[in-house]
């Protein structure tokens, strides 16, 4: 998808004019007037692995396959090496069945999922820091002014964040580039969206930023890692147990990105400071009340 001005920098971008995203709601104002918004459509996905029920997520609906692909890839279901032969959307029995090349059987795995505090109620499992033993991601610089320069870029891109709110924007960047920007009512599924891209194109996450709108959980940081992207940044702010596992895993995390302001609470030694923060710019007002209603 396309749309903006800014969106031909993008190789996926959001689409908030696209169909069954949003339906038109009428009600009342303070004042009783009346008024028409638009809200943001959620429809359950159940995703299947070969012949095996997995889970059902709330989204949005768009980029079905990426969603799938990168929730199994994500939660350690496929192996960097193992084929998807096919994908099965069916749109009106709303699921999609990702089939690869060998036999799966997750039942052990499936009896220990946790719910998670993600909007739209997100799901681990109980066993995907296991997947991250002896991890080692990437010593790559991260420049504060590349920083500035995405979150400009992608705080005033048209999308469902900015048009209809009650949303989560993940985007995937390289340096001050933000390349593939997805969008869903949970962040996780945000997340998945970006790691299915990434699988289906084989792009590495060794070099790359993720930028999100959510706040730092330990779910967003685990699938960070997972993804292999040493850097993940956020307009929002961060759970005790995100920035404990960050340390751990020697991620960079970085959030309250607001303007000229951020902070950052696990691998500093990867930031160079190299713009004086009076020279930004002062978010827009618009933009900031937009963020804090999300």
């Given at each position: ?12 971008a959001p ?139 992608i ?27 997805m ?11 970006i790691?299915g ?63 000229r ?34």
């Amino acid at each position: 998808m396309t749309n903006g001005d800014s969106a031909h920098k993008y190789l996926i971008a959001p689409d908030p004019s696209a169909s069954g995203l949003t339906t038109a709601v009428t009600g009342q104002d303070q004042f009783g007037n009346t008024v028409e918004i638009d809200v943001v459509e959620e429809r359950p996905l159940t995703i299947f692995l070969n012949g095996q029920e997995i889970v059902t997520a709330m989204t949005i609906g768009d980029y079905p396959d990426y969603l799938a692909i990168g929730f199994l890839a994500n939660q350690g279901m496929l192996a960097a090496d193992e084929v998807v032969t096919a994908t099965d959307f069916d749109e009106e029995l709303e699921t999609i069945v990702i089939r690869t090349d060998r036999v799966t059987n997750y039942e052990e795995k499936l009896a220990k999922k946790t719910r998670t505090s993600g909007c739209a109620v997100g799901t681990v499992f109980g066993d995907m820091m296991e997947g991250l033993e002896g991890l080692e991601l990437p010593q790559t610089q991260v420049r504060s002014s590349w920083l500035y320069a995405l979150a400009h870029q992608i705080n005033t891109t048209p999308s469902l964040y900015l048009s209809a709110g009650a949303i989560h924007g993940t985007v995937l960047c390289k340096q001050d580039r933000p390349l593939v920007y997805m969008e869903d009512v949970g962040r996780h599924n945000a997340v998945d969206k970006i790691a299915g891209w990434m699988r289906a194109t084989g792009t590495d996450g060794g070099d790359k930023i993720m930028y999100t709108t959510g706040r730092l959980t330990s779910e967003m940081v685990i699938k960070c890692a997972s993804m292999g992207i040493p850097v993940l940044v956020s307009r929002s702010g961060f759970t005790a147990s995100g920035v404990a596992i960050a340390r751990d895993l020697g991620l960079t995390i970085i959030g309250r990105m607001r303007g000229r302001r951020f902070t950052c609470l696990s691998g500093e030694d990867r930031l160079v400071r190299d713009v004086d923060p009076a020279r930004v710019p002062e978010e827009d007002k618009k933009n900031r009340r937009k963020g804090a209603e999300q």
